[in-house]
């Protein structure tokens, strides 16, 4: 029998992508399920054009917390894992096709072409040789965990297969928009990691802060060739750098001072005792608000 294979996508405010995303799916997988994280634009109504099975979920910082969720709502016997802005090309389709039926493998290593800042990647850590995802997979071969950039494993008795990278043999990633995209994403995903490894106990310090930034830009500018990708490689491991050196500060942050709300009680409390004086020294002008903070009359 013809193993049923499922494309499941997790998705928020993806209406310019998601069309795409779909059309690249919709005439050779036998079931559609988009996990929404209600949506503000017409994701939702994009979704149900496509005959996808659309499910809500609470909106998270990240969708990797989100993976399992998506995958338990899905019916096939093989599995396809994408994003918004991934698109599958015709060729790889029939070779994922190809290993379902002939049961070849339980879980299927893509290689990902990512385009960043306008224009493909062939290096700098992120070249379809370099960056490969586990997103094809047998029902049950694999574990999910909230863990940003790790929430995906094969199960350790898995039958792995990793595909070589050929022209359309793999999962076309149109990623970054511009310096904006990136950075606004860094600071989403380093206040994740650093909330992560907080509760993991992991210890921080200004000298990790510096010895993993530098040895991120390192590995990626020259061990994974960033140079050869022109200004993008060198601007690329340049702010993955910044990504590690962000992470530690947010991570010391937390050790240190308890993060934004325990921020917020010392600023109010210190701004308390400068309004102090002035009620002190003019009591009639001023009066108190429900915050605690003294307003003139």
């Known amino acids: 029998m013809t193993p049923r294979i499922s494309a499941v ?96 493998a339980d879980v299927v290593l893509i290689p990902r072409l990512n385009y960043l800042l306008g224009g493909p990647l062939w290096h700098t850590g992120w070249g379809p040789d370099q960056d490969g995802h586990p997103r094809f997979f047998k029902r049950g071969k694999i574990d999910l965990s909230p863990r940003i950039h790790g929430f995906i494993r094969p199960s350790p008795a898995a039958r792995i297969l990793k595909l070589a990278y050929g022209e ?47 040895a991120e830009f390192k590995n990626r500018y020259f061990r994974h060739g960033g140079y050869r990708d022109g200004w993008r490689g060198f601007y690329l491991s340049g702010l993955m750098a ?31 005792e400068l309004v102090a004086d002035y009620e002190k020294h003019s009591p009639l002008l001023w009066t108190r608000t429900s915050d605690g903070i003294g307003t003139e009359r």
């Open 9 to 104: 996508i997790n998705t928020l405010n993806e209406e310019k992508n998601l069309a795409y995303s779909l059309r690249s799916v919709r005439a050779w997988v036998d079931e559609i399920v988009v996990v929404d994280m209600h949506s503000e634009d017409r994701t939702i109504e994009i979704a149900r054009e496509f005959g996808a099975k659309v499910f809500l979920h609470p909106r998270i910082l990240a969708f990797d917390g989100a993976r399992s969720f998506a995958v338990s709502h899905s019916t096939g016997d093989w599995v396809l894992m994408l994003d918004a802005d991934e698109m599958i090309p015709q060729p790889l389709s029939e070779k994922l096709r190809e290993i379902a039926s002939k049961d070849a």
């Open 168 to 214: 359309k043999l793999a999962l076309h990633h149109f990623n970054y928009l511009d310096c904006a995209h990136f950075l606004e994403k860094l600071n989403r995903y380093t206040t994740i990691e650093a909330q992560q490894a907080f509760e993991r106990g992991e210890p921080v310090s200004r000298g990790k802060a510096l010895r993993q930034a530098a």
């Open 242 to 272: 910044a990504y590690r050196w962000a992470t530690c500060a947010k991570l010391q942050e937390l050790y240190s001072t308890g993060g934004e709300k325990r921020i917020v009680e010392i600023y109010h409390s210190a701004a308390n």
